[in-house]
Every structure is written in structure tokens, then in C-alpha cells.
């Protein structure tokens, strides 16, 4: 019996346990601006993606799955690479406002979005306690219900997008997205999880005030370039 518990330990350490359930996953774009930390409801969340945008900032899309989640956000706008991730997770896509190339591939690809400028006033909500545009907010169950209206498939039967093998262990990891936003996350040894910084500062939650932590990080590299667009902004 203690050989089987041990194992059985050993086990679970290295595996990495994503989600649970049939419920489809809901992907939400937060905004990461420096005036909209702290940010609400990344702990419920089973992933996050963080990729570069516009002035070397970073936005997230945050990936909820069987989770009950009161508030979220702030919510802002999608960005087109964004979709990518969304689609391999079978996701229902939240965001307030896109760029013109996520407005056209959303159309392209028939994407199950739910769109903060097109909603009925109900779905979202803009705070008081931050500026626009870093303050619109929004639930769990608020999402659904815009689904639901919808008609989208609410379910899922898809697994995991991730399959990995034993990573690397890590006292600290530093991700230097750009020379305005380096991330860097360390191990907090008591509670085996890593605590994210962002820009020096310690990240924490909107409204528990707890640090942001996560379990597993993945990094992937990849080029990125600006967009020449009608609307000049340098994304």
C-alpha cells in the first residue's frame, strides 16, 4: 500500500490536469494595460494565453470550463491570432470591439463570438472603480445566457489541446514579451505554485487582492511583426 501511494503521488505531480466535464470552454480577451490591473476571475481560469499586441503591451485570453465565475475582466478587445487559440479549444469566443482583421476572420470562420459593442446592456457592465476603456466586466452566467440567446452549442466533447511530456523544473521563468511588458513568474515553494510579475509588480486578484498564481507555464516562440492597416495603430 505504500508503494501504490507513493506512485500514485509521483503521478500526480507530473500530470497536468486541465478540465473536467463537457461544459464548451469559454475564451475571454482581458486586458493587460497597466491601468487595468488588477485583473478579476484568472484564478477560475484552466489557461491563459498571453500573446503581444499593439506598443509592446500584452493581452490575455482567459479559458473557463465548468467554472462559476461572478466577475471577469476588464474586458477589451480581440486581436486576429487570438481566434486560432480560441478555435482549438473549441471555445465561445468573449471580447469587447476587435481590430479589422479579427472582425473579418470572426466572419470568415463563423466563430461563436460574443461581443461586448453588440450586446444588449445586460452581458456586460462597466465599473465605476476603473476608466474606460478598462472597466467593462462581466460572469459566467452572463455569458451563458448570451449563448444560450444565440442558440450555441453550449457543450463539448473535445480534449485537452495539450498532450505534454515531463517539462523542466524552475526556481523562476522570465518571459520578456517586449521591452515594455517582461513577465516573469516565481516558484513559491509552500504552495508549489508560481507567482506571476508583471513589469516588477507583483500581480493580484481585483477583488480577493491574492497573488495571480499558475501551475504550469508553456512557452512557445514565434515572430511577430506590425500590421499595416487602415487604422494606423501599430498592431
Known amino acids: 500500500v505504500e508503494e501504490e501511494t507513493i506512485i500514485e503521488e509521483v503521478v500526480e505531480e507530473k500530470q497536468v490536469q486541465i478540465f473536467k466535464g463537457n461544459d464548451r470552454p469559454i475564451a475571454i480577451m482581458i486586458d493587460n494595460h497597466s491601468d487595468a490591473w488588477p485583473q478579476a476571475g484568472l484564478q477560475k481560469a484552466y489557461m491563459v494565453y498571453e500573446i503581444v499586441v499593439e506598443g509592446g503591451e500584452t493581452r490575455l485570453m482567459a479559458l473557463f470550463k465548468g467554472a462559476d465565475v461572478e466577475k471577469i475582466g476588464p474586458v477589451r478587445s480581440a486581436r486576429h491570432y487570438f481566434l486560432d487559440y480560441a478555435m482549438e479549444n473549441d471555445a465561445i469566443y468573449t471580447h469587447f470591439g476587435e481590430s479589422p ?114 501551475k504550469n507555464i508553456i512557452i512557445t516562440f514565434c515572430e511577430n511583426y506590425t500590421l499595416a492597416d487602415k487604422e494606423n495603430k501599430g498592431r
Open 101 to 214: 482583421q479579427a472582425d473579418s476572420d470572426i466572419r470568415r470562420y463563423s466563430i461563436h463570438e460574443i461581443d461586448g459593442i453588440a450586446e444588449d446592456g445586460t452581458t456586460f457592465t462597466r465599473v465605476k472603480d476603473k476608466a474606460s476603456p478598462h472597466n467593462a466586466v462581466t460572469s459566467i452566467a452572463k455569458l451563458k445566457k448570451s449563448a444560450e440567446n444565440k442558440k450555441y452549442r453550449i457543450t463539448s466533447s473535445e480534449a485537452s489541446v495539450l498532450n505534454l511530456d515531463d517539462g523542466q523544473e524552475a526556481v523562476a521563468v522570465t518571459i520578456p514579451h517586449s521591452q515594455k511588458q517582461i513577465v516573469k513568474y516565481e516558484y513559491d515553494e509552500q504552495n508549489k505554485v508560481y507567482k506571476r510579475l508583471a513589469r516588477g509588480k507583483q500581480q493580484t486578484d481585483w477583488d480577493t487582492k491574492e497573488p495571480v498564481t499558475t
